[in-house]
């Protein structure tokens, strides 16, 4: 039946000038046809288990095992722990590909034989007689990720923060207004950074290098000064949150869910390797997985606390014990999140201007989304962020940062800081200077009120009698 299926496979191409003649198909996968994919699959498949049997594989640190060949369609991967061992290994499957009416292509193939944890020059590989390039000679690229000579990743992550500069700088010279701008960086270019971070050992010094550089950018597009806080930029339990997150942030979480995948795969070779994630001696994405769970099981002893004035039964959660793994694997990464939310917390009590948002009793938390921003005036946003975090211009600020010698106010002579400027000075106070626009809102109500109660109908005198219809009557 298959036979008969692929026997007759004619196909043609079309241009805007000229179409081709009907021509047969006899080597290739048909596009559009899911039994082509599935048969070819199958047929790599046959040939990789063919020549798993001369060699077992490489020994990881761990002890186990792994398979000697990886393929995925007609990409394939071969590691030997013996130079012997892959050079038959590539004999065996050179006879195969060529018996199968494929061919390797050493051109666009890259081999490398470690040996103390060296690259060797003098071991070289071949396939069809032809030589194959060593890593050392053309680095090679996959799923994003670049081998090099060096087996170091420290070009790639220079390549990544050079790209984050580049990218930022061509928002930057757009012509936009500050809030597309930032839009653009958490909807373009956030993502694109979070690859690079997941498949490179990049330490997380390195990442808070490339967030404070983001911050930068950030503090300019919002009209915020230099020494505004990046903790009003994603700080998400503040008083004014932004719909912003942070790079740190992501990367961690990302970081934590490149373990539990690792840890927790279906499959037991993957499960079995025991590869580490390097992420720099700061902070350790193993570790944090760790407490993560440890305080997810806390959580469980604690059972639902309550959180504000809530009744009982108001707030619910998912339970770590009766949780399965993908919805384990989503509370870790919450866990993960509300930790990196308390370090700012902590940092926030330790600022003395810009955390005294942390002491507002009765102030309800305003979470802004991107609606609200396209919405708002990037002056009035610039404002609104500035007063929240009292870095706006004040006369006690002014003194604080060295550019005006009187902090005090030009009409009661106390301190002029932000709460004395919107709410404290006492002659402001009574002038009406507070409730001016408050007491305009209410006189353009009273008028017209006024107006009416005033109005005089001209009522009838008299007697006023009401027809009555009595049965048997029209009216």
């Not at 020994?59 to 892959?86: C, H, N, W």
Request: hydrophobic share 35%; net charge positive; proline share 4%.
């Amino acid at each position: 039946m298959l036979q008969h299926y692929f026997d007759n496979f004619f196909l043609r191409f079309s241009t805007e000038s000229f179409t081709t003649d009907w021509q047969r198909l006899e080597v290739g996968i048909v596009t559009g046809c899911t039994i082509s994919v599935v048969l070819f699959a199958t047929a790599m498949n046959l040939i990789v288990k063919s020549a798993e049997k001369t060699s077992r594989g490489p020994k990881m640190a761990s002890g186990s095992i792994q398979p000697p060949t990886r393929a995925f369609m007609d990409d394939m991967t071969i590691t030997d722990k013996l130079y012997v061992e892959g050079r038959w290994m590539l004999q065996d499957i050179g006879e195969i590909i060529t018996w199968a009416r494929m061919r390797f292509k050493p051109a666009k193939s890259r081999s490398m034989v470690l040996r103390k944890g060296a690259i060797q020059d003098s071991a070289r590989y071949r396939v069809c007689d032809q030589l194959i390039p060593t890593v050392k000679e053309k680095h090679v690229k996959c799923l994003g990720k670049w081998y090099r000579g060096s087996l170091s990743d420290k070009e790639s992550i220079a390549d990544t923060e050079s790209q984050l500069k580049d990218w930022l700088n061509q928002v930057e010279k757009c012509g936009l207004p500050g809030k597309f701008k930032a839009w653009i960086y958490q909807h373009g270019i956030l993502p694109r950074l979070l690859w690079p971070l997941l498949i490179n050992s990049v330490p997380s010094s390195t990442v808070e290098a490339m967030e404070r550089t983001i911050n930068g950018f950030l503090r300019r597009w919002f009209g915020v000064p230099k020494s505004f806080t990046s903790l009003g930029l994603y700080c998400t339990k503040s008083k004014l949150q932004l719909p912003l997150k942070a790079l740190t942030e992501e990367y961690k979480v990302t970081k934590a869910r490149q373990v539990i995948m690792l840890r927790d795969s279906a499959d037991e070779k993957v499960r079995e390797a025991g590869v580490k994630i390097l992420t720099g001696r700061k902070w350790k994405a193993e570790e944090a997985v760790k407490d993560a769970e440890s305080r997810l099981r806390h959580s469980d002893i604690v059972g639902t606390v309550t959180e504000g004035r809530l009744g009982l039964g108001c707030v619910t959660r998912s339970q770590w014990s009766k949780a399965g793994q993908k919805e384990r694997r989503t509370l870790i990464q919450s866990e993960v999140r509300r930790t990196e939310e308390e370090h700012r917390q902590t940092k926030a009590a330790a600022l003395g201007k810009q955390g005294r948002w942390l002491n507002w009793e009765g102030v309800q938390q305003r979470k802004l989304t991107w609606g609200d921003i396209w919405k708002t005036e990037g002056d009035r946003l610039s404002y609104l962020l500035r007063s929240v975090y009292d870095v706006l211009p004040s006369p006690v600020n002014l003194k604080t940062w060295g550019l005006s010698d009187n902090p005090e106010c030009k009409h009661c002579g106390r301190p002029a800081n932000l709460e004395h400027i919107l709410s404290s000075c006492k002659t402001f106070l009574k002038d009406g200077r507070y409730t001016w626009r408050h007491d305009r809102v209410l006189a353009s109500i009273a008028e017209p009120l006024d107006h009416a109660r005033r109005f005089q109908k001209n009522k009838e005198k008299g007697v006023l009698f009401i027809p009555f219809v009595k049965e048997g009557q029209t009216g």
